[in-house]
């Protein structure tokens, strides 16, 4: 590669020796936290369909109902239940769907939209229990879709909030969400691997979100034993016990670089890699290729902005030659048939909603022709949180926190904790 190259792709930049990269990875490490730093208990609640899984915060004021996108669990709203707890008088109840988590029902792969909406619309009877306590419907991709399919149904609910999931780029990315599954590993020989690659591939940019989230998305290949409940018995391994891999990018976009795959260079007989870059205004990991704003891969399971295509693998050291120890909790790849059917007419449904709405993007170029005139139109309030990938609550859960709050507060639909001003969070 000639030297002019270099310079344009930015690979002039100043390296570390791999000594000092590890040594710098000594000071990470990727062991799992446990859901009850963030809530205060899980339950399981029995419908004629099987038995849910909820992870609750919270004894008084309205119920944020939160509902995941596909392949993550209710855990993915820890960061965002801790977060708005402290912000707002509430109660969060965060579900495990069907399939997903510790849930168990008589169909675990039937994703059909409405076999799900039936779902969450018999547990909110349960949470309920005859009370008129409010209901804000909260979902993620996929779990938005659901939101929106029984925002209806459900007689107490008072807001909807959608997170990162537009029909039109949805459905446009279904040609390839099968070569986005392969592309992720089928296997992690531990825990902590798998909390490694969730971080590392872009799957999420908040590492705490990781800890907690990812042992929610895979189970024991022996014990079937989602993973979540075996945090325990973890032993925290440090990165440098890990497979780093060298990457040189050169910043083309606030939080978004581009990336240029080249081989470690040589010197002195040792391999010397570049420290992963970092963004200068948030200081978080580099966006993966396929999260970026411009050129996205985009992804429907992982709603408009899913994980890199070619993640990177979780290698195995010389050292280690244990065998793979836990797999993903659900097989997605095995539920395509019902993919279109959850984005399909999501937009026109959405603005239908007569509560109070709001629609929380990573990126405005995701906004389809009908939410764009129903924007303009005000029918739903809309707030783009740039500097995030897909799963914005996890990535940024204090931001969420406080927009959903401010938005709630202003709305009247809930009552703000001492020391929380909505009047301080920006508007849309």
């Known amino acids: 590669m000639s030297d002019l190259r270099k310079t344009v792709l930015g690979l002039h930049a100043k390296r570390s020796s791999t000594s000092n990269s590890r040594l710098a990875a000594s000071k990470q490490n990727f062991g799992p936290v446990k859901w009850s730093n963030y809530f205060d208990k899980e339950e399981i609640i029995e419908t004629s369909k099987g038995k849910f899984n909820v992870y609750s915060k919270g004894s008084e004021g309205p119920i944020l109902l939160c509902l995941h996108g596909g392949g993550y669990s209710g855990l993915t709203w820890a960061l965002f239940t801790d977060a708005v707890a402290k912000t707002i008088h509430c109660q969060v109840k965060a579900l495990d769907l069907r399939g997903h988590g510790k849930t168990s029902t008589n169909d675990d792969l039937d994703l059909s939209l409405e076999t799900m909406a039936n779902d969450v619309i018999d547990v909110s009877k349960k949470i309920l229990d005859g009370s008129s306590t409010p209901i804000i419907l909260l979902g993620h991709s996929m779990g938005g879709a659901v939101a929106v399919e029984v925002a209806h149904s459900i007689d107490n609910t008072v807001g909807l909030c959608v997170i990162d999931v537009v029909e039109g780029t949805a459905l446009d990315a279904l040609s390839s969400m099968q070569s986005i599954l392969r ?65 040189r990018s050169v910043a083309s976009s606030a939080c978004t670089l581009t990336e240029v795959a080249e081989e470690p260079e040589e010197k002195d007989g040792n391999v010397q890699t570049s420290e992963e870059p970092q963004c200068n205004d948030c200081g978080k990991p580099p966006l993966p290729k396929s999260q970026r704003t411009e050129n996205s891969t985009t992804s429907p399971e992982q709603g408009q902005m899913g994980p890199p295509q070619h993640a990177p693998p979780i290698h195995q050291t010389a050292s280690d030659t244990s065998p793979p120890q836990y797999k993903w909790r659900i097989d997605l790849s095995k539920t395509e048939k019902f993919w279109t059917g959850w984005f399909t007419d999501l937009s026109h449904k959405f603005l239908e909603v007569k509560v109070p709405k709001l629609l929380l993007l990573a990126n405005i170029h995701g906004l389809d022709t009908t939410l764009t005139v129903g924007q303009m139109q005000g029918k739903f309030q809309l707030q783009v949180l740039q500097k995030s990938g897909h799963a914005i609550h996890e990535d940024q859960p204090h931001n969420v926190a406080e927009l959903l709050s401010a938005y709630l507060v202003k709305q009247k639909i809930a009552l703000p904790k001492d020391g929380f001003s909505h009047n301080n969070v920006p508007s849309c």
């Open 183 to 247: 592309g992720r590993p089928t296997h992690f020989r531990s825990i902590p691997h798998a909390i490694q690659w969730c971080y590392k591939s872009g799957q999420t940019h908040n590492l705490e979100a990781a800890k907690v989230s990812m042992p929610g998305q895979i189970i024991n290949v022996n014990s079937l034993k989602l993973a979540a409940d075996e945090c325990d018995e973890v032993e925290v391994e440090k990165e440098d016990g890990l497979d780093v891999l060298g990457r």
